[in-house]
């Protein structure tokens, strides 16, 4: 599957604030996908708590994503790392799939590369909730 240009991103400046200090403790600096989500978040459009479109991934947002190679829908809420658990649904940050939909509008489409190194295109298909939008910026 030949690779397309990666879309634009937005986050929020209160999740940028949250997210470079873990990329910079000792507990994950080191780590691979730090980098990687280093990298997403230096090309990221960043904007306002309140600015924030509805129709974009931010932390503790629950979305619908599919594979779209393999049609396989996945129902997940972005959380940071101490937050994660994958029987729940909970999916780190950290994690490929979660460092992927980070700041993604509903309808965009990442290339990534899966755990396991397989190519993976992930879509947002839905957001149910996501806290800017709902005035939750506490979490």
């Avoid at 989500?37 to 509805?54: C, F, K, Q, S, T």
């Avoid at 700041?103 to 947002?124: E, K, M, Y």
Wanted: hydrophobic content about 40%.
């Amino acid at each position: 599957m030949p690779a397309e240009p990666q879309p634009s991103l937005t986050i929020s400046s209160l999740d940028l604030v949250r997210l470079e200090r873990l990329l910079e403790s000792p507990a994950y600096r080191d780590l691979d996908i730090a980098k990687r989500l280093g990298d997403e978040l230096v090309r990221a459009n960043v904007v306002a708590p309140a600015d924030m479109p509805a129709d974009v991934v931010s932390m503790n947002s629950r979305v619908t994503c599919v594979e779209e190679i393999s049609g396989k829908e996945h129902h997940l809420t972005l959380v940071y790392p101490p937050d994660a658990d994958a029987a729940a649904g909970r999916v780190s940050v950290f994690a490929p799939i979660g460092a992927a939909l980070l700041g993604l509008s509903v309808g965009q489409s990442i290339d990534w590369t899966g755990p396991d190194g397989r190519p993976l295109r992930i879509r947002v298909a839905t957001i149910s909730y996501q806290p800017e939008s709902s005035g939750d910026l506490a979490r």
